[in-house]
T-cell receptor, first 115, second 113 residues
Framework: EAGVAQSPRYKIIEKRQSVAFWCNPI?????LYWYQQILGQGPKLLIQ????????DSQLPKDRFSAERLKGVDSTLKIQPAKLEDSAVYLC?????????????FGPGTRLTVL | GQQLNQSPQSMFIQEGEDVSMNCTSS?????WLWYKQDPGEGPVLLIA?????ELTSNGRLTAQFGITRKDSFLNISASIPSDVGIYFC?????????????FGTGTRLQVTL
């Protein structure tokens, strides 16, 4: 079974530029998550989708971050404009239903460096 | 946002030694999870705990869900070189339709031969 796919794996941009990350979850998984992992810290949830609807975006900086999950499958996370403090690994995860005992499977992440 | 406190921050041990790490929170969680993250990869689930007081094993790994629901520990017995990595605890709270994970600060494990 294929895992969670993410691209690109690495991205370097200058501050104030825009960037987008793509995630393809495990086939059949209804729930998709985006996490931000700053160096030396654990992942922090940015947004959770159930199919193509948002169920939790309370920690998403909505003035510069946006995410969508068209057709309930792939998802993109965008930052516009980027700041230095956005340098981090952006992890995508998916789970079958998002329920109490569901396991979240993580992709390899996209490492973003903002100069 | 909240991050759970893990200790120790890092450990250097010899192959064959046992390892113990723990995680504490100011909040109560319904579920405690332990993940391992290798360089350049996403976290991988090791053990999930669903009830206060629960003790669960997975091979050489043993984890417990604290009675207060505010802490958990992970033990690794007879460590081997492939145990190297960063171990994260995570607490899960179910809020309506959302199932939110809050991660710890991580324990970096180094194993010497």
């Amino acid at each position: 079974e294929a895992g969670v796919a993410q691209s690109p794996r690495y991205k370097i941009i200058e501050k104030r530029q825009s960037v987008a990350f793509w995630c393809n979850p495990i086939s059949g998984h209804a729930t998709l998550y985006w996490y931000q992992q700053i160096l030396g810290q654990g992942p922090k949830l940015l947004i959770q989708f159930q199919n193509n609807g948002v169920v939790d975006d309370s920690q998403l900086p909505k003035d510069r971050f946006s995410a969508e999950r068209l057709k309930g499958v792939d998802s993109t996370l965008k930052i516009q404009p980027a700041k230095l403090e956005d340098s981090a690994v952006y992890l995508c995860a998916s789970s079958l239903l998002g329920g109490f005992t569901d396991t979240q499977y993580f992709g390899p992440g996209t490492r973003l460096t903002v100069l | 946002g909240q991050q759970l406190n893990q200790s120790p921050q890092s450990m250097f041990i010899q192959e064959g030694e046992d390892v113990s790490m723990n995680c504490t929170s100011s909040s109560i969680f319904n579920t405690w999870l332990w993940y391992k993250q290798d360089p350049g990869e996403g976290p991988v689930l090791l053990i999930a705990l669903y009830k206060a007081g629960e003790l669960t094993s997975n091979g050489r790994l043993t984890a417990q869900f604290g009675i207060t629901r505010k802490d958990s520990f992970l033990n690794i017995s007879a460590s081997i070189p492939s145990d190297v990595g960063i171990y994260f605890c995570a607490g899960r709270e179910n809020t309506g339709t959302a199932s939110k994970l809050t991660f710890g600060t991580g324990t970096r494990l180094q194993v010497t031969l």
